[in-house]
């Protein structure tokens, strides 16, 4: 999973968002989740969690890059950060002010598999917090003022994105990866589409997708199930019914063996290798997430061990493995110096090679179960998280209780597994390496 986090830093945390602990099931001993769906299509998740005097809630909608078409690359994203500036009760600062009111937040963003609205508050003041989420779910302004605002804001990320080393390599890779399939492109957009998205495209991208039947929101903290449904049944009746029309399906990415050098100042060298790799609901996802944990999971990973440890060729380093509804991919980074370069790109092909070619231990397994789930259970220790987590496996197909399916998935995984699956996904990678140039 991939919680929306800008760059390079998003680009991590993308590797281990769907981690759990290995030691306990993926639910723990959190309580169970009503599930309600009504008559218009909106899904509603509730989990009563009395644990503190706190509630999260999660509005996801199917809106995202992988919707979006080349010509109108970044509207999500854009659109996402408007809703939240302005309804037509509320202007940007009244809606800051009452989530103040009542101990929380409000915020909103665009991703690649779906777009997020979320807030947090007091749990006695979880009604206000439903009202305001559904105040900018439905009827958000979008002024024209608070558009300009934003695209400026947007565009500047989008150039300091390409000024980034890291972030252009990665960019450049998935572009080569996917090649014309949505996944490609980065959910900011380029400067061309973003200058062009007036407020008439934001309004109708918001009617065709902010739609009952593209929306499942997600309720965690002390509060009651049954008078959720309740509230969110008045709040929400005026919300669009049904779903509208999917754009046709985009042709599957088939990636080929492929290298690209940029030559750009920089103090770093980037080598950044890339695979397809299985979505969410692939048999072989939470395999491919434990090779990718062995490889790149913390200090104790293969690559940190033997190109950082043993031969001192890498300043950062890790592997990638973000969830998604449709083909992901495993990306493998290294940032070295410029007069390591050719070494640290054959020292990458090297490990992988031997990972496809020579059974891992069952302790390297076992190590990176443990880390693997772990993590998960780090990261869901708030209600914000929680609420996400049941919102996005819902959105995504797989299904609210889909941890549960995981934990056991990850927990079969044997050394075998890991060279069947290393020798089926870790073929010929695409490769894109970025080169320093005197400035």
Aim: glycine share 8%.
């Amino acid at each position: 999973m991939n919680h929306p986090v800008p760059g390079a830093l998003g680009l991590i945390v993308a590797a281990g968002l769907t981690l759990i602990p290995s030691a306990a099931p993926a639910s723990g001993h959190l309580p169970p989740v009503l599930r309600h769906r009504f008559p218009n299509g909106l899904t509603l998740l509730v989990r009563e969690n009395p644990a503190a005097p706190v509630v999260a809630v999660s509005l996801q909608v199917k809106m995202g890059g992988r919707w979006e078409r080349p010509e109108d690359a970044g509207i999500s994203n854009l659109l996402q950060h408007v809703v939240v500036k302005g309804t037509a009760r509320r202007s940007a600062q009244a809606i800051a002010e009452a989530a103040e009111e009542i101990g929380g937040s409000v915020s909103a963003s665009g991703d690649t598999d779906y777009s997020e609205l979320r807030g947090t508050a007091l749990a006695r003041h979880w009604k206000a917090l439903l009202d305001l989420i559904a105040d900018v779910a439905l009827r958000p302004s979008l002024p024209a003022e608070e558009i300009e605002n934003e695209r400026r804001v947007i565009l500047s990320q989008v150039r300091n994105r390409g000024d980034l080393p890291f972030p252009l390599t990665f960019d450049t890779l998935l572009a080569s990866l996917y090649g014309p399939h949505p996944y490609g492109r980065p959910t900011l957009g380029q400067r061309q589409t973003v200058e062009r998205l007036d407020r008439a495209r934001l309004l109708d991208h918001y009617r065709r997708h902010y739609r009952a039947g593209r929306i499942v929101l997600a309720v965690s903290g002390q509060v009651s199930g049954p008078a959720v449904v309740k509230e969110v049944e008045r709040l929400f009746a005026d919300l669009p019914a049904g779903s509208e029309a999917e754009a046709p399906a985009p042709p599957a990415p088939a990636a080929a063996s492929a290298r690209q050098v940029l030559e750009r100042p920089a103090a770093q060298a980037q080598i950044l290798m890339g695979y397809l790799a299985p979505s969410l609901a692939g048999g072989d996802y939470a395999a491919v997430k434990v090779l990718t944990t062995l490889l790149g999971g913390g200090m104790a990973g293969r690559l940190f061990v033997e190109l950082r440890d043993k031969q001192g060729l890498a300043y950062s380093l890790g592997a990638l493995y973000p969830s998604r509804a449709e083909t992901s991919f495993l990306v493998i980074h290294m940032g070295t110096a410029p007069e390591n370069l050719t070494r640290a790109e054959e020292g990458l092909r090297r490990e992988v090679a031997r990972i496809r070619e020579e059974r891992v231990t069952s302790k390297e397994v076992q190590r990176a179960k443990a880390y693997l789930l772990g993590s998960l259970a780090m990261d869901r220790r708030t209600n914000a998280r929680q609420a996400w987590y049941l919102a996005f496996f819902e959105l995504a197909g797989v299904g609210h209780e889909f941890l549960d399916r995981y934990a056991a998935a990850v927990e079969a995984v044997t050394a075998e597994d890991i060279q069947r699956v290393a020798g089926r996904y870790l073929a010929d990678p695409t490769v894109a390496v970025l080169k320093p140039i005197p400035k």
